[in-house]
């Protein structure tokens, strides 16, 4: 469990320097490839950071995944929300960070871990992460819908 948790705070510091890929007023339909590339990995990271710490009920996994999608500041659709004719929903860092309340340690990593201080909830967006499953792969895509 110590080493799961060395893992994840490695990974945030390793990521947050570099994560102001999606600054304040840029416009998310004009990323080149190699940031919308460079963005996915950072999504994915945190997507599984935080399935795995919702799974194990540990609270440094899910506080550091919320972290990197506030450093990110883009709308990112929750995979388990993904059903058949439901709209996906989207994660949510403040929510996720409430959460982790519950779990044990919680309160120690709220007070530890916290959303980028840039972080605004996004409006009405045109472009986000989404989640799809086909029949022969399951994954996230940049959709400008």
Known sequence: M???SIL????ALFLIPAAAVADDGADLR?????????MGKRV????????????????????VGARILSELNVNVVDPA???DGA???FYNPRTLMDS???LKGGKEVAMSVKLSADYTEPGQTWCYWNYQ????????FWDCG
């Open 30 to 38: 004009k990323l080149s490839a190699v940031e919308i590339a460079e």
């Open 8 to 11: 994840a705070l490695s990974a």
């Open 87 to 89: 709209k996906p929903q």
């Open 2 to 4: 110590m080493r799961y």
């Open 81 to 83: 929300s993904v059903k």
């Open 100 to 102: 982790i309340n519950n």
């Open 133 to 140: 499953c086909t029949p022969t792969y399951c994954g996230q």
């Open 44 to 63: 994915e990271i945190a997507k599984g950071l935080i399935a795995m710490g919702q799974k194990d009920g540990d609270a440094q996994f899910v506080a």
